[in-house]
């Protein structure tokens, strides 16, 4: 009698507890997406095992799946390792780790999942560090995400992007008004070891006009990235800014996605209408990765050392940056570009240079001097000035660079006083203006120099105007 009598008062609660639920939104799209799962056929997925591991290239047989798709590999213990499949051959998969590949033997079972690469995205990525994978690096507790995205992004017909039109203040006085970055250009910062790069980086980071600020550190060491977050960056540089970390001691795969999901994020928040400035740091470490994978799955070397693969892989990570749809945001892009040796014409460099829509180089000399940031007016170029200045500015921007580049070239003679003064107005008005200018390009770290006093500076060299 008292089970009965139970069961008839419980009955109505869950009736309303039900109702309850399935009239949420959530529970409702989540009933509805589990129901729309469970109508569609269900595809099978055949099991393989591997038969071959040759450094981090794990050969697999009995399975299909697609490039790009994800398997999990059970090893000894049980554990299960998440793997891409990145290429075939015959009735073969090659796959890569996403992470540690111990305990692995020989006929382990490759499942694949039918899967493929995304990263979750949203606002709640600002302020925050996380991987390649989308996990968080950081120990501030678990990301709640509004939206998923795919790491391959989506091509944008480039007659529907809009055209840079408006320039983008990044708080670095020589940029500002010698080198004008505009809304939705990419441009590749050119730099040795050691110049300054990073910093740079940093003070753009937290000095920019942008709406949100997406930084990539890609095969950087693992001490740089801490100091990259805890000291250039800081506590005020991070609030807007999403940061994703895949240091060199991850593995490939990882490396080359971690490029990828900085991208997605960025492209999430420039369909949210939002101006970003997305800093890669760095293409050549991207590059190196992608090398990698391809000679381990025995694709031939073309351009010292560097797979044909890595040649396509860099333009279509490049080109996901830019301009929106008319009406949409912008991805405004700083893509730094290690030179080996200062030699800026290695072949990572030089197709960079082909794709990019600028380069600001780094000079050692200048660095060594003491001059920074380093930057190398005679070397850099922003290939969308023109279309974003007024003519006064360029006038004023040019007569600097002629000025500079005047006294640069005479130098020797003028430090041995082999020149005499009045031989050349054009060099005498060079050595009156060294010292202004040269103040005039350097700027302190903690200094933030917005675009419109940059201009009324540069106006300031020459208070008659340009001639």
Known sequence: MNDEFQAASVLPLRDDLSTALYRSP????????????????????????????????????????????????????????????????????????????????PDCRVIPTGRHCSVRVGYSLLGRVIDGAGNPLDNKGPLRVEASRSLTGVTINPLTRAPIREPLDVGIRAINALLTVGKGQRIGLFAGTGVGKSILLGMMTKYTSADVVVVGLIGERGREVNEFVQKILGEEGLRRAAVVATPADYPPLMRVHGAMVATSIAEYFRDQGLNV???????????????????????????????????????????????????????????TVLTEGDDTNDPVADAARGILDGHIVLSRDLAESGHYPAIDIEASVSRVMTDIVDQTHLDLARRLRRTYSAYRQNRDLISIGAYQKGSDARIDEAIAMQMPIAAFLQQGMHEAVDFETSLRQLGGLWPGGAR
């Open 277 to 335: 400035l997305l800093l890669m740091d760095s293409l050549t470490r991207f590059a190196q990765a992608q090398r990698e994978i391809a000679l381990a799955i025995d694709e031939p070397p073309a351009t010292k050392g560097y797979p044909p693969s890595v040649f396509a892989k860099l333009p279509a990570l490049v080109e996901r940056a830019g301009n929106g749809d008319h009406g949409e945001g912008s991805i405004t892009a700083f893509y």
């Open 26 to 105: 959530i529970w409702a799209n989540r009933l509805r997406a589990h129901r729309e799962r469970l109508d569609g056929p269900q595809p099978w997925l055949v099991e393989g095992r591997l038969v071959r591991m040759v450094g981090l290239t794990l050969e697999a047989v009995g399975c299909r799946a697609a490039v790009g798709g994800r398997c999990l590999v059970e090893t000894s213990d049980g554990r299960q390792i998440e793997a891409e499949v990145v290429g075939f051959a015959h009735e073969r998969l090659f796959l890569m780790p996403t992470g540690e590949i111990h305990g692995l033997e």
